[in-house]
Every structure is written in C-alpha cells, then in structure tokens.
C-alpha cells in the first residue's frame, strides 16, 4: 500500500455531509456505515481511529476509497477535512 495518499472533496446536497475521495481502499468490506460516535467506536481500525481522532464527526460511510462524513452542524468543514486527512497519512505511515 502506497504511504502517499491524495484526497478530494465533493460537495453533497446536504451541507453537513461530505464526501471524501482518497486514492486508497480504505475498505474491503463492500459498505461501512457507523451512525454514531459509540457505532465508530467499535468498527473497523479507520472508523475508530477518525471518531477518536478527529473532533465533530457525527457519523460515517466508507466504501472503497471514500468516506462519506456527517459533520456536528458548527464543525468547519475546513479544520475538520485537515484533520481527516492528516489522521489519513499518519494511518498509511
């Protein structure tokens, strides 16, 4: 697995979900979704590690090399997707 990981974001309908494209397969299990911080909390090594590691996730869908973030409605989007990314390359390292 490559330890250099690019990510792009894409705007949803809704204003507090996110997504998040990355040039790695963050998952092989088809669709992750985790509803809650105590759902994330228990799933796989990367959910625990962005509902621990990075503030103002509510929930979180990964398929593929996507995430599909829901965000607390006063998150900035700005500091939160740093903060994604930065847990992201640490996680490859």
Do not use: K
Request: proline share 4%; no cysteine.
């Amino acid at each position: 697995m490559s330890e250099y990981i690019t990510i792009e974001t894409r705007a949803t309908g809704d204003p507090d979900v996110l997504e998040i494209v990355t040039n790695q397969q963050l998952t092989d299990a088809g669709v992750e979704v985790y509803s809650s911080f105590e759902e994330g909390d228990q799933g796989s090594p990367i959910a625990q590690m962005l509902f621990s590691g990075v503030e103002g996730i509510t929930a979180l869908t990964i398929t593929g090399g996507t995430l599909t973030i829901t965000r607390q409605p006063d998150a900035p989007w700005e500091a939160l997707v740093d903060d994604v990314r930065d847990a992201l390359r640490d996680f490859f390292l």
